[in-house]
């Protein structure tokens, strides 16, 4: 895995950019030509599109753009509040990052005694997984310092710095069947394959968006619009402020900005791998390095949520832009070539994955940062070093390492500076580089979602602007729909 809050083993591949390999591409003999495509040369002509009348969809309370985590659990807020909500999203299912992107290692959602900070929507997706979609351990361990538990989650990834965590593995199939049922269970409605294009900005505050589908281009009006999109995008087209920088993490390198496919394979024999591990420590280096060798990078295999199962969320491509489409496209297929690679490496030499077979390339590519907010109080490793605890307090995240308190999120980071009827949720939310390397984890985002989705269902229902709402009655209906906040 790859978030800096983890312990990584040593052997992990970090932050190569494309051109690392050195060629060793044998499974199937494909794709010996070209690694990637040519970028198509740089062009300042413009063309002027005719204006047109747009069709109006339909007419909402709750606009939530982007079905991700955040967008799941800001559908699903705005909506127990008896609003009317949509939720659009361009691929064909919900889950996001989470599902589409087999990032299927959910972050920790206890602090360091045990306590699961993050609550709330998120948790009940979890809990309504059914039995066999979740590896984890149960609440009667989070938190145990107990060496043997300890050591076996940590080789399943869900005990670090010698504790024990809420930090589950799925299955990201029944992630999105599960999301869906909660989302229509509860009545909301749901516009899959649209891609939104353009936001309605009617003098400063922004009353829908356009969005493109196989039946054109459409519009949605609503009273409050949630930009769940990962990538600020409703923020970015309403001409809102967004900062895009990224800074060393502490982890050796700028993993904000790489980006890769993730993969999963099945045929393998994890229990076998991971006693390889643990009983030649020594073999297992060298067989890594050899693969860094021969390929010119290596990514650490994580078990999945069965035996059976390996994730690789890597390896990492760097210098590129989640918001190129032709950055985009060299990374799709260049992350696609590093799979085989690996594939054919870890076929031949590694215990367990003699029989080995790609079960999925993510079909959505794993973007960790572009935009983020600018919001009216950016979140800062600062204050949350500090400990500050904020008097509007949305969400609590577990810290990075035992040296630092549980952190504080202030609804002012869900907050653009200017722009009105938007709220967001997700990993743009506003916040410095180092703090949005947490803060973009599944379980922070599912915590940002739900208190964007609350606020706008309470903005919708009282006619006010997301930022003049009582920050009182927000936690207090955020606690009431399971929430963990501090106490004042
Ligand atoms: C390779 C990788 C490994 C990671 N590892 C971990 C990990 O181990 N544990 C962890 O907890 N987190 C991890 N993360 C982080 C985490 O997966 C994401 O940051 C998180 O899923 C973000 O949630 P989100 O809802 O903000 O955005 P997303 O998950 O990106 O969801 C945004 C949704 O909006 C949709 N969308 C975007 N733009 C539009 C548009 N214009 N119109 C309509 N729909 C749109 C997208 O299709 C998507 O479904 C990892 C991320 C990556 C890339």
Known sequence: MDEPQRERDPESYFGAGIGGGRGLFTTGGAWSGPRSPAPAPPSVATITEPAREIPVHEETDVLVVGGGPAGTAAAVAARRLGQRVTIVERYGDLGGLSAGGLVIWIDRMTDWEGTPVIAGIGAELLDRLPEGALA?????????????????????????????????????????????????????????????????????????????????????????????????????????????????????????????????????????????????????????????????????????????????????????????????????????????????????????????????????????????????????????????RHPDEVGVSPSPSQKFPTISVPYRALLPERLDGVVVGGRHVASDAATQAFMREIPQCWMTGQAAGTAAGLAAGAGLAPRAIDVGELRGELRRQGAFLHEP
Not at 279 to 298: I, K, N, Q, W
Not at 337 to 364: S, T
Request: hydrophobic share 40%; net charge negative.
């Open 136 to 388: 984890g351990p149960g609440p009667e361990l989070w938190g145990s310092t107990e060496p043997e538990q300890v050591a076996y989650w940590r080789e399943r990834l869900s005990a670090f710095r010698d504790t024990v965590c809420r930090s589950p593995m799925i299955d990201p199939e029944w992630l999105k069947i599960t999301s869906h049922e909660l989302l229509v269970g509860e009545g909301v409605r749901v516009l899959l394959h649209s891609w939104v294009v353009a936001a309605i900005n009617d003098q400063g505050t922004v009353r829908g968006a356009i969005f493109e589908s196989k039946q054109g281009r459409r519009a949605i009006l609503a009273k409050v619009v949630v930009d769940a999109t990962g990538d600020l995008d409703v923020i970015a087209q309403a001409g809102g402020a967004f900062v895009t920088d990224a800074e060393k993490d502490g982890t050796g390198g700028n993993v904000q900005h790489t980006i890769n496919t993730a993969f999963t394979w099945t045929g393998v024999d994890m229990r076998r791998w991971l006693a390889f591990k643990r009983e030649d420590p020594a073999a297992h280096h060298e067989l890594m390095s050899r693969g860094r060798e021969l390929l010119g990078f290596v990514d650490t295999p994580h078990v999945g949520w069965r035996d059976d199962v390996v994730v690789f969320m890597g390896p990492r491509l760097s210098g590129y832009s989640g918001l190129d489409v032709e950055h985009l496209s060299t990374v799709e297929l260049e992350s696609r070539r590093r799979m085989v690679a690996h594939l054919d490496f870890f076929r031949k030499e590694a215990p367990g994955f003699e029989n080995a077979w790609i079960m999925l390339a993510a079909p959505q590519m794993g973007v960790r940062m572009t935009r983020r907010l600018t919001g009216v109080l950016p979140m800062t490793s600062a204050d949350w070093k500090a400990g500050v």
